[in-house]
């Protein structure tokens, strides 16, 4: 009975998950390798690949699941997203998002943008702050606590920024309300507070504002951030477009550039020489004008959209790593945020990148960046079960993407059926 009875909690705690699932992948694509295995095996078993190959023997007891049919690939990242955040268009200032929600709203949406991305693909977000008071930290909790299905995610807490975060003007008398979205840190030794703070409530990057306002950190107060964050072992990523803020950055060592809108090809070789990933947030034109200069933050659309085409153009010439970031902040009636997210892949394409090389920004590129690469981002023995499954071949149209099929995470599954893209 007391056997039983602990059989009956154990399969209550447990569910559905046989000890070792036996995936029949009709392709499996690799983008660390650059390439395509047919007809493959994976066997999972406790959340990894246990092995993987085309002469697999499957054990007896193994659940099999038939994606024969179907291409294979590790997960999918976004190192650029701001889950918790839409932000208020129109002619509502920047500001309104975060005086007219609560932090437990944000939350709640956080989670809800995080089952979504899931649930089309997406196993790994770096969720890149503006996430009102450490909203996203208690996301993350809730899913590594198994509270709900989620991505993986790696959190900035708050955004590190001089006086002001990114708000621009406001009143006096108004006070610091942006305090709960940022992190005003000026000189060195409110910037290593600021780094320290953030990685005490959990913080797996380290992000700070640099040229969005008139006054930019100085490379003393930039290097003293980078040394601090990665004396804890967190990288660093910096909010620039370019300029003399660029050339900071660079200087300084961070590990991630975003945006990066305006770099020069200078700038773009001195970045592939120190080894700095280019998060490259190339959004596209649709979604430019829905959101226009988001407060004085970003340029007029028709200055912009051309300009992100030519820098990623540059950047991949010139052989940057390149890792795919999206910074979706709005909303669209019938999507997503994942459909918005794949809305970027067309920007991609116009600037001559591969699929098989958007791959590897979307996998172990971006897992190089977020330092989780030796766990995830690739479909080998002892990673992480992250995969999906889609009903074409990605290398000769990417867009099959939308269409996933099948997502498992941790070797749990999340979805086993087609996935309903967006109108298009
Ligand atoms: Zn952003």
Redesign the pocket.
């Known amino acids: 009975m007391r056997a039983l009875l602990a059989a009956l909690l154990l399969s209550l705690s447990l569910p559905a998950v046989a000890d070792t699932v036996a995936i029949r992948a009709g392709a499996v694509v690799d983008p660390s390798r650059g390439t395509v295995a047919r007809d493959q095996v994976i066997l999972v078993k406790d959340g990894l690949v246990a092995a993987i190959g085309a002469d697999i023997v499957v054990p007896a007891d193994a659940r099999i699941v038939d994606l024969s049919h179907e291409w294979v690939l590790p997960g999918l990242m976004d190192a650029?997203t701001?889950l918790t955040l839409t932000e208020v268009t129109g002619d509502a200032p920047f500001e309104s998002f975060y005086i007219k929600e609560s932090t437990t709203y944000r939350g709640l949406r956080g989670l809800h943008n995080a089952q979504a991305l899931l649930d089309a693909g997406f196993t790994v977000v770096r969720d890149?702050?503006?996430s009102a008071d450490y909203a996203m930290q208690d996301v993350r909790r809730g899913i590594e606590r198994g509270w709900f299905p989620g991505p993986t995610i790696i959190d900035a807490g708050k955004i590190i920024a001089p006086f002001g975060g990114q708000s621009h003007g406001m009143p006096p008398e108004q006070g610091r309300f942006w305090k709960y979205e940022y992190l005003d840190a000026d000189g060195v030794a409110e910037i290593q507070k600021a780094v320290r703070s953030n990685i005490y409530y959990g913080a797996g990057v380290t992000k700070l504002v640099l040229d969005n306002g008139p006054y930019h950190y100085s490379l003393e107060e930039l290097r003293a951030a980078v040394e601090e964050s990665h004396r804890a072992g967190v990288p660093v990523s910096v909010?620039v477009y370019g300029g003399d803020a660029a050339d900071t950055a660079i200087e300084a060592g961070v590990d991630s550039i975003?945006?990066g809108f305006f770099l020069t090809d200078v700038q773009l070789r001195r970045m592939h020489d120190k080894g700095i990933a280019l998060v490259s947030?190339d959004f596209p034109r649709a979604l430019l004008d829905v959101i226009g200069t988001s407060g004085g933050i970003f340029p007029e659309p028709e200055v912009l959209a051309p300009k992100i085409i030519d820098r990623l153009v540059r950047a991949h010439r010139i052989g940057v790593r390149l890792v795919f970031g999206t910074?979706i902040?709005m909303e669209r009636a019938g999507s997503t945020r994942a459909d918005l997210m794949f809305d970027y892949l067309a920007v991609w394409r116009e600037a001559g990148i591969t699929p098989m090389e958007t791959l590897r920004a979307m996998t172990i590129d971006a897992a190089q960046l977020l330092r989780i690469d030796k766990a995830r981002g690739r479909l080998a023995p002892g990673f992480a079960a992250d995969l999906l499954a889609v009903p074409g071949d990605p290398l000769a149209d990417i867009e099959v993407l939308r269409r996933v099929d099948f997502v498992m995470k941790d070797g749990r599954i999340i979805r086993q059926g087609p996935r309903a893209a967006a109108a298009r």
Request: aromatic share 0%; glycine share 10%; no cysteine.
């Open positions: 650029h701001h890149i702050g503006n909010h975003e945006h947030t910074d902040v």
